[in-house]
């Protein structure tokens, strides 16, 4: 069963159109993230949002924007999409729970910028 | 920040083998480790995780060590079948919920 869920799964657009991934998760878990994954590569943070409307920005934020309305929904946001954002974006969200500690990850969108 | 260093970056065993695979990170408060396994094409999926009050635990045939004084974590696939081929990456999470990954290893298991 999958706890966090991507849509779309793959995506092909056009450079200079806008792009919306979107995650979602019913665990009620705070913290959600965004990362993409480059070809053989490691995964790189995008944006970390700690609850409704408290995002940060991670380590490569420059081309993304992000929202977060409710807990359970976060969404990537690629105003004017590049042929460099060709990737595969992870989500992923986690939450500590007293003395344990959850983490998910959700299976991954492929997005192709031609 | 937090850097986690992952090596090999390659390794090749045989079937039957063990494999292990290191990890290094510099917070001494990073509160979380986890293992994940990417087969090609695939998603992340979680082999093992454990919290920072934890040094050892063993599942399945896997084995995560993690020594907080030298800051090492590591992942000892014992008996390594063809199945086990594919990408392990470690992650650490520190108190604010930053994961930090490791760059990967390709592991490939002959038979």
């Known amino acids: 069963d999958m706890k966090v869920t991507q849509m779309p799964r793959y995506l092909i657009k056009r450079m200079g159109e806008n792009v919306l991934l979107e995650c979602g998760q019913d665990?009620?878990?705070?913290?959600m993230y965004w990362y993409r994954q480059d070809p053989g590569l490691g995964l790189q943070l995008i944006y970390i949002?700690?609850?409704?409307?408290?995002?940060s920005e991670g380590d490569i934020p420059k081309g993304y924007r992000v929202s977060r309305k409710k807990r359970e929904h976060f969404s990537l946001i690629l105003d004017s999409a590049k042929t460099n954002q060709t990737s595969v974006y992870f989500c992923?969200?986690?939450?500590?729970?007293?003395?344990?500690?959850?983490?998910?990850f959700g299976p991954g969108t492929r997005l192709t910028v031609l | 920040g937090e850097q986690v260093e992952q090596r090999p970056p390659h390794l090749s065993v045989r079937e039957g083998d063990s494999a292990i695979i290191i990890c290094t990170y510099t917070?001494?408060?990073?509160?979380?480790f986890s293992w994940y396994k990417q087969e090609a094409g695939a998603g992340l999926q979680l082999l093992m995780s454990?919290?920072?009050?934890?040094d050892r635990k063993e599942e399945q045939g896997l084995t995560v060590l993690l020594n907080k004084k030298d800051k090492r974590l590591s992942l000892n696939l014992t008996a390594a079948h063809p199945g086990d081929s594919a990408v392990y990456f470690c992650?650490?999470?520190?108190?604010?919920?930053?994961?930090?990954f490791g760059d990967g290893t390709q592991l490939v298991v002959k038979p």
């Open positions: 992923a969200s986690s939450l500590w729970y007293r003395s344990s500690y959850e983490q998910y």
């Open positions: 665990m009620s878990h705070e913290t």
């Open positions: 949002s700690y609850d409704v409307d408290s995002n």
């Open positions: 917070d001494s408060a990073t509160a979380y």
């Open positions: 454990v919290l920072s009050n934890v």
């Open positions: 992650a650490v999470t520190n108190g604010n919920n930053r994961i930090f």
